[in-house]
Every structure is written in structure tokens, then in C-alpha cells.
């Protein structure tokens, strides 16, 4: 199981911090993704992290403000999410698959377990 916290609403310019908590499993043989859908659009990748930390993603639109990371020994992942701009508004999710250690996991398809999402709302 994954639990994501840490959404509410923000002003522009603001800054969250979104945790993701697993149970359940080996979590530091995962591979995490953060995920965020907004209304009426697709769900897309945010930002990924791999097992032990050495290799991550972000998509275009958050780098240099979002930044990944993850504690193994207290199975949490964190989203830090700065310079918040309203086009962030979106339901987050944390997602978890199995992968090998040098594995980046990029796409919704690779994901077979997720949160439930945490919502995050930027004012203008």
C-alpha cells in the first residue's frame, strides 16, 4: 500500500512537501514515481526516483522546482515542490513497481501499485 499527504492549497510562489509512505513489501527494491492528473487532462510523470537514490527524472515543466528523493529506512519518498504556479493544481499520486537497480521507471505503464493522491491547489 501507498500512502500520499502533504497537498493543500498554496499561493503562487509557494512551496509543499508531498510524502508517500509505503507498507507492505521490500520498499527499497522499488522503484518510486511521482504522478499528477488535472482536471480534464492525462495523468503525467512528475518526477521518478530509482532504488538507492543515484538516478532520477523530472519532466520539463517541474524541473529546477520539484525535486525527489526517497529514505529507505522510513519507506517514505518525498516530493519537494517549490515556486508553486497555478498550472500545478493537479491530484498527485505516488506510484511503486519492482525494478532493478539501475532502472529509471518513466511511464504509467511501468507502475503496478499506487496511492490514492493528495491534492494540490495553486492560487494565483
Known amino acids: 500500500q501507498l500512502q500520499a499527504s502533504g497537498g493543500g492549497v498554496v499561493q503562487a510562489g509557494g512551496s509543499l512537501r508531498l510524502s508517500c509512505v509505503a507498507s507492505g513489501r521490500t520498499f527499497s527494491r522499488d522503484c518510486i514515481g511521482w504522478f499528477r492528473q488535472a482536471p480534464g487532462k492525462e495523468r503525467e510523470l512528475v518526477a521518478a526516483i530509482n532504488r538507492n537514490s543515484a538516478r532520477s527524472a523530472y519532466a520539463d515543466s517541474v524541473k529546477d522546482r520539484f525535486t525527489i528523493s526517497r529514505d529507505n529506512a522510513k519507506r517514505t519518498v518525498y516530493l519537494q515542490v517549490n515556486s508553486l504556479k497555478p498550472e500545478d493544481t493537479a491530484v498527485y499520486f505516488c506510484?511503486?513497481?519492482?525494478?532493478?537497480?539501475?532502472?529509471?521507471?518513466?511511464?504509467?505503464?511501468?507502475?503496478?501499485?499506487w496511492g490514492q493522491g493528495t491534492l494540490v491547489t495553486v492560487s494565483s
Open positions: 506510484a511503486a513497481n519492482d525494478c532493478i537497480l539501475s532502472n529509471l521507471l518513466v511511464t504509467s505503464h511501468d507502475y503496478s501499485r
